[in-house]
């Protein structure tokens, strides 16, 4: 399978007023890529994982009248749901697609896995490029950017994710709308490839 990009209308799919109408849209337009980008991210995640992966399609089932924000793919190793376990995310925005490594507040052991990482905090903190961008809220837009963040910074963000109930960690890359990255299918995978790749060892670390 293919996947040729993303195009302006993929992000003009979050003004699109209604719930029912914005669903159809993301379904017609965004899931079909999505099922795209997930067919390739898959097999390239079990092999450096070694496990079997699976795809989830963010399905908003929740949602009753307020449309979605965002919509997203998920990849983890449990076929049954993504959310109780580390996994991995490419989502858009109306004005960014966002590439995570994420822990979101339904881990059932997410204190124990947050004190893995602040054990060590010295090393994620230097391994993870400076280009990247932090986040403490999947729901939000706003991101930390790894540049403007000092080792103590950092430190504080694990800290808030094992001590606050509903703090997140997501770690990855934010792409604005308007790069050509995303126009052109092949480059943005390769970028998803090798994001993940640098995010590793922080998953491998967590699931020790």
Not at 49 to 71: F, Q, S
Request: hydrophobic share 35%; charged share 30%; with cysteine.
């Amino acid at each position: 399978m293919t996947f040729n990009g993303f195009k302006q209308e993929d992000f003009q799919t979050f003004f699109i007023e209604g719930l029912d109408e914005r669903m159809e849209a993301i379904k017609e337009n965004i899931q079909p890529k999505f099922r795209k980008i997930g067919s390739i991210l898959t097999d390239d995640l079990a092999v450096l994982t070694g496990n079997e992966m699976y795809l989830h399609i963010a399905k908003h089932a929740r949602r009753t009248v307020n449309p979605p924000k965002d919509t997203w793919l998920a990849i983890c190793h449990d076929k049954r749901g993504y959310k109780k376990h580390p996994h991995f995310q490419v989502g858009l925005f109306d004005d960014h697609v966002f590439i995570w490594l994420a822990y979101i507040y339904e881990l059932p052991n997410k204190e124990e896995m947050a004190e893995k990482l602040l054990k060590h905090t010295d090393k994620i903190f230097k391994d993870i490029p400076r280009e990247y961008v932090l986040s403490q809220d999947h729901m939000k837009k706003d991101s930390l950017k790894m540049d403007e963040l000092s080792r103590s910074d950092f430190e504080k963000v694990l800290q808030r994710f094992k001590n606050v109930k509903k703090a997140e960690f997501l770690v990855g890359r934010h792409f604005s709308a308007n790069d050509p990255l995303l126009k052109d299918g092949e480059a943005f995978i390769h970028t998803v490839k090798e994001t993940y790749q640098t995010l590793m060892p922080i998953y491998r670390l967590s699931l020790q």
